[in-house]
């Protein structure tokens, strides 16, 4: 099948995701959609993230995906549901994948997650991780300090490890064995997230684990794409072109094609 496989986040963090896909299935044809003008979508109302949600999907249904993956944690965690019951494509979010690999690793079934104010208020991880084993142990916490962090580069900072201290140095005394990065942005923070929670603690990607997930649903349904030449990908964000181009280029290490989209403003009156 030669359609492409839409991914949406709030911003650049998604590309996270993109680049594992890009590695994992190099024929596999992306389309990228960032909402660079409206994001982060941590610190919003979840009535907000879903309402833009619904408009980027709404853009991105014209390309004709095979697959829609919300890659942000955030609108996945408050949007999932919403977008899949309006569409008759597989939509994968990036909560499902992270959790069924927690569960599979952890031993002891005390399992933390840490994310944006917006995913860890919804209660979305737990629930998913109650889903699949109602055992388990969860402890969350909401690290709001952390992607701006990322944003300014700062990943091993005095300035970032003490944030990090003071965001989840009070979970080592749950003796949790795994710890979910329930955000995109917190795997450029792994270092200073295992220096505080010490070589015991294992660390999950939601990002890594969802490119595989997308692996297995495209092969478990035939639908992988089999073209000979490889896939020019294209991208789209809503704000300033400028840094999203640069930042994506360089996380991908190649060119991009970016098509910046202006959002139709409402009429008034
Ligand atoms: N990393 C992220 N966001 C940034 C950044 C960064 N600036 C430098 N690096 N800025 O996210 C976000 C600013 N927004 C404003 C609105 O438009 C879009 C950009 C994490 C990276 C996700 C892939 C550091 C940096 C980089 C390139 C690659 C990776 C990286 F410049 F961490
Ligand atoms: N992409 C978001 C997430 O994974 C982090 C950035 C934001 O708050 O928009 O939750």
């Not at 300090?145 to 300014?152: D, R, T």
């Not at 789209?236 to 999203?244: A, D, I, K, L, V």
């Given at each position: 099948?030669?359609?492409?496989?839409?991914?949406?986040?709030?911003?650049?963090?998604?590309?996270?995701?993109?680049?594992?896909?890009?590695?994992?299935?190099?024929?596999?044809?992306?389309?990228?959609?960032?909402?660079?003008?409206?994001?982060?979508?941590?610190?919003?109302?979840a009535e907000?993230v879903v309402?833009?949600t619904r408009?980027?999907v709404?853009?991105?249904?014209?390309?004709?995906?095979?697959?829609i993956?919300i890659?942000?944690?955030t609108a996945t965690a408050v949007a999932l549901e919403d977008i899949r019951s309006r569409l008759?494509?597989p939509v994968i979010g990036v909560i499902n994948?992270?959790?069924?690999?927690?569960?599979?690793?952890?031993?002891?079934?005390?399992?933390?997650?840490?994310?944006?104010?917006?995913?860890?208020?919804s209660g979305a991880?737990?629930q998913a991780?109650?889903q699949?084993?109602?055992?388990?142990?969860?402890?969350?916490?909401?690290?709001?300090?952390?992607?701006?962090?990322?944003?300014?580069?700062?990943?091993?900072?005095?300035?970032?490890?003490?944030?990090?201290?003071?965001?989840?140095?009070?979970?080592?005394?749950?003796?949790?064995?795994?710890?979910?990065?329930?955000?995109?942005?917190?795997?450029?923070?792994?270092?200073?997230?295992?220096?505080?929670?010490?070589?015991?603690?294992?660390?999950?990607?939601?990002?890594?684990?969802?490119?595989?997930?997308?692996?297995?649903?495209?092969?478990?349904?035939?639908?992988?794409?089999?073209?000979?030449?490889?896939?020019?990908?294209?991208?789209?964000?809503?704000?300033?072109?400028?840094?999203?181009?640069?930042?994506?280029?360089?996380?991908?290490?190649?060119?991009?094609?970016?098509?910046?989209?202006?959002?139709?403003?409402?009429?008034?009156?």
């Amino acid at each position: 099948m030669q359609q492409p496989i839409a991914i949406l986040d709030s911003g650049v963090g998604g590309l996270t995701v993109a680049r594992e896909v890009m590695r994992q299935l190099p024929r596999e044809k992306i389309i990228y959609f960032g909402d660079t003008e409206r994001t982060p979508y941590g610190p919003r109302p979840a009535e907000e993230v879903v309402r833009f949600t619904r408009e980027i999907v709404d853009y991105l249904v014209q390309f004709g995906p095979k697959m829609i993956v919300i890659a942000c944690n955030t609108a996945t965690a408050v949007a999932l549901e919403d977008i899949r019951s309006r569409l008759n494509i597989p939509v994968i979010g990036v909560i499902n994948p992270g959790a069924r690999a927690a569960i599979g690793r952890s031993t002891t079934g005390q399992i933390g997650v840490i994310g944006t104010e917006g995913t860890i208020r919804s209660g979305a991880y737990e629930q998913a991780l109650r889903q699949l084993n109602p055992h388990v142990r969860v402890i969350s916490e909401a690290c709001p300090l952390f992607v701006p962090l990322v944003e300014q580069g700062n990943f091993r900072s005095n300035e970032t490890r003490e944030a990090v201290y003071q965001s989840i140095g009070h979970m080592r005394s749950y003796s949790l064995d795994t710890l979910i990065l329930g955000c995109t942005h917190y795997p450029f923070l792994v270092d200073l997230i295992s220096e505080v929670m010490g070589p015991q603690v294992m660390l999950i990607s939601s990002a890594d684990e969802t490119a595989r997930e997308i692996s297995a649903i495209l092969h478990n349904e035939g639908k992988l794409s089999r073209g000979d030449e490889l896939p020019v990908h294209q991208f789209f964000c809503s704000g300033q072109p400028t840094m999203f181009k640069s930042i994506a280029q360089q996380w991908l290490g190649e060119q991009i094609e970016l098509t910046p989209v202006v959002w139709q403003v409402p009429k008034i009156g």
